[in-house]
Nanobody
Framework: VQLQASGGGLVQPGGSLTLSCAVS????????EGWYRQTPGKQRELVVG???????NYADSVKGRFTISRDNSKNTVYLQMSSLKPEDTAVYYC??????????????????WGQGTLVTVSS
């Protein structure tokens, strides 16, 4: 199983950006997914999580500005970010709790992280 995150970049304050995270592999199902972010010297923090049933949990700092969505047909989760602020600058990581087939066709559940994508909000 691999998570491939993309979409980061440089954006001006007030601008928008959409991140994507594609999950690939011998997947049986994707349970919870989420986006986290981390800045130097700080712990990784939850930005937003989404359950298999579609329930969401946003950090207070991004409520009303960020939106998580998923395309189950593509095993891809998105993070639409708008009204971006300099304090949103961070490396963003996607996370997924995935049930997959092992080499022996057994089912196993494991937590995975994407490689991180840098979002810089600056004028």
């Amino acid at each position: 199983v691999q998570l491939q995150a993309s979409g980061g970049g440089l954006v001006q304050p007030g601008g928008s950006l959409t991140l994507s995270c594609a999950v690939s592999g011998r997947i049986w199902g994707i349970n919870a997914e989420g986006w986290y972010r981390q800045t130097p010297g700080k712990q990784r923090e939850l930005v937003v999580g989404i359950s298999s049933g579609g329930g969401t949990n946003y950090a207070d700092s991004v409520k009303g500005r960020f939106t998580i969505s998923r395309d189950n047909s593509k095993n891809t989760v998105y993070l639409q970010m708008s009204s971006l602020k300099p304090e949103d600058t961070a490396v963003y990581y996607c996370n997924a709790h995935v049930t997959y087939y092992t080499d022996y066709n057994h089912l196993k559940t494991q937590n995975y992280w994407g490689q991180g994508t840098l979002v810089t909000v600056s004028s």
